[in-house]
């Protein structure tokens, strides 16, 4: 499982349905979605890591300055391959036929964010979404989606 939220920047320009799309069509399994306005104290933790980084500040603005759509998807390898949908951090650099690529220019505004690791995964999961947030549910093409 891992953690995907599409940022300020991405709602404000209509991007979610898109970008769910991309997602469902792939074969990935949504088992979690909310919107919501991150407060400071999420998003610091969120962004620990990047703390003393100098666009620290501007980040955090910018996650805070309206609604972002968080969910959680399901699947083989969906770490991996999310960050493979989403594109490299700075859009200029970011593939087309990627979400950042297709949809962005700046890294400061790059639409969406990917957990990198299972381990971070689990952890932004943690932070973001209660466990009751969380459903279990059988997909009924998983026959066709991965070998049976
Ligand atoms: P990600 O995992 O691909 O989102 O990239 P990081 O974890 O390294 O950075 C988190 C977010 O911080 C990125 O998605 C960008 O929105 C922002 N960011 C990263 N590097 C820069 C930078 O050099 N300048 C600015 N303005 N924002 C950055
Ligand atoms: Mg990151």
Known sequence: VTLVAVKPDG???RLVGQIIQRFETRGF???GLKML???EDLLAQHYASLNRKPFYPSLLRYMNSGP???MVW???NVVKSTRM????TNPAEAKPGTIRGDFSIHISRNIIHASD???VAQAEIALWFRRSELMEWECCD???VYQL
């Open 85 to 88: 949908l989403v594109g490299d």
């Open 37 to 39: 306005q991150a407060s």
């Open 142 to 144: 998983h026959g066709s």
């Open 74 to 76: 399901e699947g083989h």
């Open 11 to 13: 709602v404000q320009r």
């Open 117 to 119: 690791s299972v381990e």
């Open 68 to 70: 972002v759509v968080a």
């Open 29 to 31: 399994k949504l088992v």
